[in-house]
């Protein structure tokens, strides 16, 4: 399908990516993204998709907008669906109408998927509303980097400084003194607040607040740096009982998070919830077997099992592919008990259908051996899925119990290769 997407990325908080734009990603052949669009977003996209990074930052571009531009058409006439990932929308200071404007031109079929601009997202992260019945009833987005071709600025400064609607600026940064001066110039009171939102709604997110004489000193002093969010009105007064995104516990701390790639979901987003900045670098790789004959050798004489003990999510989810192989469900375990080591594999095997007999409150080996002592294991028949390479402990204290053990390995652990 010859198309291409503009998509907007959203502010940086992958959670504030729309569901349209996340499942155009899922499907799109190439993915054309920009330095603003956090990278976490390309974990919807497919493996196979050919990513190309056209970031902009400061004065360093990756890409010139001109080529950025061919390359959309060239890779659309190729017959291959293109998402053009943009940070924030791309049609608020995203130069998203060029990039549009030269697909009209070239015949080139598209779609503009909005997206939660920082404009919006980046202040209320920062606990400041862009208007409140009290303060201000309406809101001016205004670019703080204009062309640089034009002779004359197009800001009517007297009546941004005479508004009474919040000014936000865009990449401001850089030119934060000429616009503070423009404005009290022009007529703003130099004590209106105001406040710069850096890295808006993420876990680098920073905020300075200061008096428009005082802005431009203070961010030079705290080396404040692009990109970041100018605000400017009385509503940033608001902050200091609104603010709610800075006070979370880990905010700013950096977590490498070491577990297996598909296995860290739920422990980044715990973190991440509460602020960490986290970098995933499995150090384990996990995959099924190549040869299952061993475990399906098992499967067909579960009926002859007294107990079946699974030590890992991993090992109930290897074990469960195995049985639909061969067209079977819970009901092949027929009358044994099952155990489980820690809640996750217990819930696993919820997610399943089955709920276990012994659960022991420490997750380890040695409990699972108490437990099933005091079931009485002696002379029982047991049969422990796991890792190729595992701890040898379990299955031993069993036999030391009076048990006969069938291990059997239905996945394995690699170094991982790659990291990211």
């Known amino acids: 399908m010859s198309k291409v997407y503009l998509l907007g990325a959203g502010p940086g908080d992958p959670g504030l ?49 001109a080529d950025i531009n061919a390359l959309l058409v060239d890779k659309a006439r190729t017959g291959l669906c ?34 939660v601009t920082s404009a919006v997202a980046a202040p209320a992260y920062a606990g400041i509303p862009l208007t409140h019945r009290l303060y ?38 850089k030119n934060l003194e000429s616009i503070a001066n423009n404005l009290i110039q022009a007529g703003m009171d130099s004590q209106t607040p105001a406040a710069l939102v850096r890295w808006g709604t993420t876990c680098q997110q920073q905020t300075l607040t200061a008096r428009m004489e005082d802005i431009a000193l203070k961010s030079r002093e705290a080396g404040f740096r692009a990109p970041a969010l100018l605000i400017v009105g009385q509503v940033v007064g608001l902050r200091d009982t609104l603010s709610w995104f800075e006070y979370k516990p880990l905010l700013g701390r950096g977590v490498v998070v070491t577990r297996a790639r598909e296995q860290a979901s739920a422990l980044l987003q715990l973190l991440e919830d509460h602020g960490a900045c986290c970098f995933q670098f499995p150090t384990i ?26 030590t890992s999510v991993n090992g109930v989810k290897h074990f469960w592919a195995v049985l639909e192989k061969k067209g079977l469900d819970t009901r092949a375990l027929g009358r044994a008990k099952v155990g489980a080591i820690g809640p996750a594999t217990a819930q696993a095997l919820v997610d399943r259908g089955i709920r276990p007999d012994v659960v022991p409150d420490k ?15 002696k002379g029982r028949k047991v049969l422990i899925p796991r890792a190729e390479k595992a701890r040898e402990i379990l299955p031993e204290e069993l036999i030391r119990a009076g048990a006969e ?10 170094l991982a290769e790659k990291n990211g």
């Open 136 to 173: 201000a009833s309406s809101v001016t987005f205004i670019t703080g980097h204009e062309d640089p071709t034009k002779e004359e600025s197009a800001h009517n400064w007297p009546a941004l400084a005479h508004s009474a609607s919040t000014l936000v600026f865009f990449m401001g940064v």
């Open 363 to 377: 997750y380890v080996a040695e409990s699972v051996v108490h437990s099933l002592v005091q079931e009485g294991i």
């Open 17 to 65: 990516l729309t569901i349209k734009a996340r499942d155009i990603l899922a499907v799109a052949d190439t993915v054309v993204y920009d330095y603003l669009a956090s990278t976490g977003l390309l974990q919807h996209c497919r493996e196979d998709a050919e990513l190309i990074y056209v970031g902009k930052k400061g004065g360093e571009h990756t890409m010139g907008q």
């Open 285 to 310: 790789a996990i995959s099924g077997l190549e040869d299952t004959r061993g475990i399906e050798e098992a499967v067909d004489r579960l009926a002859d099992y007294d107990w079946c003990i699974f």
């Open 405 to 414: 053990v069938d291990v059997v390995p239905v996945y394995r652990t690699d």
């Open 82 to 115: 293109v998402a053009r990932l943009k940070g924030g929308d791309p049609y608020v200071f995203g130069r998203g109408a060029e990039e549009a404007e030269d697909l009209v031109a070239a015949g080139v079929d598209f779609e503009v998927v909005p997206g």
